[in-house]
């Protein structure tokens, strides 16, 4: 049994600001009380760490990325509604958190890779709408981001930023950045040349690239798995992407990358619950639509035929899997299946595969595994990761250290006997005698000049044998 649902809008108020007191520092990029109310948190069950952000659609439903959920089942998984001011409780409204029953990851989602990256989050129990926790608005069938690559409407990305959720920084406020999109040809080409790392990441049938408007403002200022809103009447905000990854947090160049929402499967994803749910409370019936044509599911067949939007059911409703013939059994080998009120029909030809995870406290008639429309993939893989943290910046507040000696300066005192040396060679006594000091006339004096005439020196002498003066003389 397949049911079909009108797209859900909140009764035409959906996509609206509902900002008040009290009001964020607009300088700082912060948004006022209750100003965004499809913004939700993903947690972590265990110590309700922050994850990544979220958007609401519906009272039972958020969507967010699903790299952000890589390694998680639904029961590790918390949805926080209603935040603006991290840690604080003292605000106009209560935040609300619930638990995850179901993760539906998107069909051509792969680990490793970020294409197709979104997940749909079935909650166990639906949030109490108020000013601060509202849907954002869906986009009608067909339509495209032409308008706003050609610079029509204006859009917006929400959170409080990687630094903060890696900090858990209390007291701070959810920042709102507005976005310009880039067409695809030129994103390509900013990449090829700016981030050729990134080019692997880039899809342009899933992905949209995106850059501040004001390239002062850092994107890193708001969260993964945030909604890309867009409007073109300044009153109605409409889920126009899911924010991925991006070329990381150094201001000038930024790029940010989005998934394209996938309103077809998420109308699929959705149909799937909300049939899950009837079938639960319908058994032995037939039921048919209000329109004028109806398909035939037989219990627990592999089949499902039908046009149009509306159908009807013969048979015996045994149960989930017995009832949908798809929904635990996995669908027929072909069928044709529809998508909305409007009658969208998809054949399909190919096996189905497992893409959702379930919560084993589900306690509501949807604990039951779901099957994809389409291929899912389970490989072994070479994880590149690409980082998205913005870079630590510490900031010491500690006073430098003076260092004191308090240890009385050590004084050094030589007890060892200087060495006196003592020779015992007897001195050499020289002794001179100077000039004048003699009785000799040729001894002069200091100062005294000696040149005696040759009679001072004959006369005085006196000849004898001794001097040998007159030797050889007659």
């Known amino acids: 049994m397949r049911v079909f649902l009108s797209q859900y809008n909140a009764g035409g108020t959906c996509g609206i600001l509902n900002g008040q007191k009290p009001y964020g520092n607009r300088n700082e990029n912060e948004v006022d009380f209750a100003e965004i109310p499809w913004q939700a948190m993903i947690l972590l069950q265990t110590n309700r760490s922050l994850l990544c952000g979220g958007v609401i659609t519906r009272p039972d439903v958020v969507i967010t990325s699903a790299s952000c959920l890589d390694g998680l089942d639904a029961k590790n998984v918390l949805i926080k509604g209603g935040e603006w001011k991290l840690g604080i409780d003292d605000e106009p409204l209560p ?7 179901n993760i539906l990851r998107h069909p051509f989602y792969k680990r490793g890779s970020l294409h197709n990256d ?51 920084l209390a007291g701070a406020i959810m920042h709102s950045l507005n976005v310009s ?3 695809p040809g030129e994103c390509q080409a900013k990449l090829q040349s700016d981030y ?29 798995g945030s909604a890309l809103a867009c409007t073109t009447d ?4 409409v889920l126009r992407g899911i924010y991925s990854w991006d070329s990381g947090c150094q201001l000038g ?18 149909g799937l619950i909300e049939s899950a749910r009837f079938a639960q409370f319908n058994s032995g019936a037939q039921i048919r639509g209000q329109n004028r044509l109806s398909g ?25 899997s017995g009832a949908i013939g798809g929904v635990k059994g996995g669908f027929g080998s072909k069928g044709q299946v529809g998508f909305g009120s409007q009658g ?3 054949q399909f030809s190919s096996g189905y595969s497992q893409y959702s995870s379930s919560s084993a406290s589900s306690s509501e008639g949807f604990g039951a595994e779901i099957k994809g429309p389409v291929k899912s993939f389970s490989a072994s893989y070479s994880e590149k990761k690409v980082f998205q943290s913005e870079p630590k910046i510490v900031t010491y507040t500690t006073k430098p250290e003076i260092v004191t000696f308090t240890t009385k300066p050590e004084y050094f005192t030589f007890t060892t006997k200087p060495k006196i040396v003592t020779y015992t060679t007897k001195p050499q006594i020289i002794t001179y005698e100077t000039s004048g000091s003699g009785t000799n006339p040729q001894y002069v004096a200091p100062g005294v000049t000696f040149n005696p005439s040759f009679s001072e020196v004959v006369g005085a002498h006196k000849h004898n044998a001794a001097c040998k003066c007159l030797e050889g003389k007659k």
């Not at 501040?212 to 850092?218: L, M």
């Not at 300044?234 to 905000?237: E, G, L, P, R, V």
């Not at 037989?298 to 409703?317: E, N, P, R």
């Open 95 to 101: 935040f609300q958190i619930v638990q995850v029953k």
């Open 118 to 168: 979104a997940a749909i989050l079935v909650l166990a129990e639906n949030l109490r709408f108020a000013k601060n926790i509202f849907p954002i608005c869906l986009p009608r069938a067909g339509e495209t981001l032409d308008a706003f690559y050609n610079g029509a409407g204006e859009c917006v990305v929400t959170g409080w930023g990687k630094q903060v959720l890696q900090a858990h």
């Open 181 to 183: 999109l880039i067409n």
């Open 196 to 224: 050729p790392h990134l080019l692997e990441q880039y899809d342009q049938e899933s992905c949209a690239c995106g850059q501040p408007t004001n390239p002062t403002n850092n994107i890193c200022r708001v969260d993964i």
């Open 234 to 237: 300044s009153q109605h905000f």
């Open 253 to 270: 160049n930024q790029l940010a990358a989005f998934f394209k929402f996938d309103l077809e499967w998420y109308e699929w994803a959705i």
């Open 296 to 320: 035939q599911i037989k219990g627990g067949q592999s089949g499902i035929k039908g046009s149009g939007a509306g159908f009807g059911v013969s048979g015996g409703l045994g149960g989930v």
């Open 344 to 346: 969208f029909g998809g």
